[in-house]
């Protein structure tokens, strides 16, 4: 990332300095947080705490972004920290004026140099006025929110010259603009973001509405936008169409007016002109003015779980289907609870859901997982795709979906938009060449022929029940059941012809005490080797399988996951990690976090994940350790100064734990026990993953309804299945 350029000098009220923290300078540089306390401590040319915040030091972020620039450290590239530095300036502006008002205020110069397309820094503030008023001479986005500006003379030209660094930070006053929405959050503007849903979703739903094909196919489309907050639909929408493909209409309707002013200053900057749009300040669309919309989108105002009604729900979104002319699509945003989830049968609100089914209006329901409204993580929302098809083309065929136990990415919504897609192309019914993908096409019968019943897949599709991993299910429980009957004979071969575990534990003679040590004592003698572990990124880690080497992170230390969990594929380690070793046969991986472990490598060749370490046994001592008896020792020293309940770390250090210096044939003894109970363990656990493969791989052939258990004299029904 080596780039000498200086960093742009902030505009800050008053000269105050931009104070950032350890934290946000790893954010602001893209590196884990403790590498930050690595540059502080090793390099003397790293700028020095400006303030301090308790214990924490404060650095000035001018001057640490000039030192990432000027060193090239990091993984951010130049405008990106230049970016970053706009925005933190941004938010140091929060001190001398009130968020919302910066937020406006700065809106609608980025607006205004995107309608200008100048630099607005070189120009007078009372000038920029004059524009102002010129541009938006009816004062319906911009103008007002420029002239009521406190302290104009003084600080409206110095945040005219901040959107100007936003712009060449992003390159447009559109994309500057949009940084600043994005970032309205970490600007105190919290009421902007409370009800919008993540970027991801709205652009999803965006794509669902078909906008981009409509506006290509049909010159003049309208799209409207019910309930816009501060207009993240409206500019979805906008970017799912292209500029060759013309303009089309859009239409909202808010009751706020500053809310309404937002949403206009936003569509003006990407291109979209006063009279392609009429985002009215009231409750109702211009529909009188503009006729129908082809397309509607909402996402439907949040109401807390103990005074929503799903009946008063449903009752809105039938409402909204009185927008929809014939061949014209909604996509609703709304509560699970009312769109997807079971309701009381026969109740009020069952069958006016079941209603939209029987007048063929909907075509799609999606169940989304909790944290579309980031406000509102534990609510649980849904999808509709609502479409008023002519008569003589209904299928009554619905496609449901339930992304609700999924991560949402923007994989698994192109995926999902695809495939509704190929659903709204065949004619709202089922297309024989493609199968949808996380998704299944049912008759509505099914619904509304089960009154209450959820809205989600009961079934498999038909493509999934013939995908490998279902096919090949009974033959891996086949397998699974007969590596368990061999585990048994081996178990029982070994066992049989296997000593009496016996430990011959006596209590020790009072004249002979046993010699203590520590680990910090075994290193100093040179008994005892310490290897740090590597500092491993989250990305670089694979799981399943796959990779090339072992990685031992504090969850395979500690007992809670299996070794083999996490590894790591050869080209990276060998080119993200050139200095990095691996373990050697009888090695110790120890951690303190974030609870005592201690593992003894008996393979080697695995790399060791900080904060893991590795305590490495010297053959050539005098008294050489054996690493089991020291792991086992540890272990149970550890038990005993184990990090108490509001405590930050353990009551003693790995170092510092005091430990029996066994004799030589005393622990040799204590090591063939070890070696023994580790041998009887290993088969025991053989057997435990064997019964949990075959009960897993039961139970998923059960829920999915793939799998059915026969009597064992009946005949297989394999081929009837």
Not at 515 to 521: D, H, K, P
Not at 548 to 564: D, K, Q, R
Request: glycine letters at 4%.
């Amino acid at each position: 990332m080596a780039d000498t350029r200086e960093a742009t000098a902030p505009i800050l009220p008053e000269e105050t300095s931009w104070r950032i923290s350890y934290a946000e300078i790893a954010n602001l540089a893209q590196v884990q947080r403790p590498v930050v306390t690595t540059w502080v401590r090793r390099h003397a040319d790293f700028p020095e705490p400006v303030a301090y915040e308790g214990a924490s030091p404060l650095f000035d972020g001018g001057e640490v972004a000039e030192w990432l620039l000027s060193t090239g450290r990091g993984n951010a590239d130049a405008d990106q920290i230049q970016a970053e530095l706009v925005l933190h300036t941004l938010s140091a502006w929060r001190r001398a004026i009130p968020a919302r008002t910066l937020v406006d205020t700065v809106t609608a110069l980025l607006c205004l140099r995107q309608l200008l397309d100048e630099p607005l820094s070189e120009l007078p503030w009372r000038t920029i006025l004059e524009r102002a008023s010129e541009t938006d001479f009816e004062d319906t986005y911009l103008h007002k929110e420029l002239r009521d500006l406190p302290d104009a003379e003084r600080q409206g030209p110095l945040l005219a010259v901040l959107a100007d660094h936003l712009t060449e930070a992003a390159y447009t006053p559109a994309d500057a603009l949009e940084r600043v929405m994005d970032a309205r959050r970490r600007l105190g503007c919290d009421d902007l973001a409370a009800d919008e849903p993540i970027p991801l979703v709205s652009r999803a739903m965006a794509h669902l509405s078909g906008i981009a094909r409509l506006n290509e196919r049909e010159q003049g489309a309208t799209a409207a936008v019910l309930y816009p907050r501060s207009g993240d639909l409206l500019v979805a929408l906008r970017e799912a169409v292209s500029d060759a493909e013309g303009m089309p209409f859009f239409l909202s309707a808010d009751p706020m007016p500053d809310l309404a002013r937002l949403a206009r200053r936003r569509l003006m900057a990407q291109g979209v002109q006063e009279y392609e749009m009429d985002l009215v300040d009231g409750e109702e669309l211009a529909t009188d003015d503009w006729g129908d919309p082809h397309v509607v989108v909402c996402a439907l105002p949040y109401e807390a779980a103990e005074t929503r009604s799903s009946l008063a729900v449903l009752q809105n979104l039938q409402d909204l289907t009185d927008l929809l002319a014939e061949d014209c699509t909604a996509i609703v945003l709304g509560p699970a609870d009312a769109l997807v989830r079971p309701l009381p049968a026969r109740g009020e609100a069952d069958r006016l859901r079941r209603g939209f089914l029987e007048q063929h209006l909907l075509k799609a329901a999606i169940s989304l997982p909790e944290g579309v409204l980031p406000f509102r993580p534990a609510h649980r929302t849904a999808v509709w795709v609502l479409h008023r098809t002519p008569e003589a083309q209904r299928t009554g065929q619905i496609l449901l979906a339930d992304l609700s136990s999924r991560t949402l990415t923007a994989q698994a919504l192109d995926t999902l938009a695809e495939d509704i897609d190929i659903f709204r192309d065949a004619g709202w019914r089922s297309d024989g060449r493609h199968e949808p993908r996380n998704a299944v096409i049912v008759p509505a019968t099914t619904l509304t022929g089960a009154p209450g019943t959820a809205f989600t897949p009961q079934h498999r599709s038909h493509a999934d029940r013939h995908t490998r991993t279902v096919v090949e299910r009974p033959a891996r429980i086949s397998e699974t059941e007969l590596r368990l009957q061999q585990l048994i004979d081996a178990t029982r071969s070994a066992l049989d012809h296997a000593p009496t575990i016996r430990s011959n534990a006596v209590l020790r003679p009072d004249d002979r005490p046993v010699r203590r040590t520590t680990v910090a004592r075994l290193l100093k003698d040179r008994r005892l080797r310490r290897l740090p572990g590597h500092r491993i990124a989250d990305e670089h880690l694979t799981t399943g399988g796959a990779g090339h080497y072992t990685v031992l992170t504090p969850a395979e230390i500690t007992g809670s996951a299996p070794v083999g969990s996490h590894r790591i594929d050869r080209a990276v380690l060998l080119t993200a990690y050139e200095h990095a070793y691996f373990t050697e046969p009888g090695d110790i991986v120890v951690t303190a976090t974030p609870s005592f472990g201690a593992y003894v490598d008996d393979e080697g060749l695995s790399v060791v994940a900080f904060p893991a370490r590795v305590l490495r046994v010297r053959a050539d001592a005098e008294h050489p350790v054996r690493p089991r008896v020291l792991a086992a020792l540890l272990r149970s020293a550890a038990a005993e100064h184990r990090r108490v309940s509001g405590a930050v770390r353990s009551a003693r250090r790995i170092e510092d734990l005091l430990i029996p210096d066994l004799p030589g044939d005393e622990a040799e003894r204590y090591d063939a026990l070890l070696a023994d109970i580790a041998r009887r363990t290993a088969l025991l656990r053989q057997h435990a993953a064997a019964l949990d493969d075959l009960t897993s791989l039961t139970a998923a052939g059960l829920v999915d309804g793939t799998l059915t258990l026969t009597d064992p004299l009946s005949p297989d029904l394999s081929s009837d299945s």
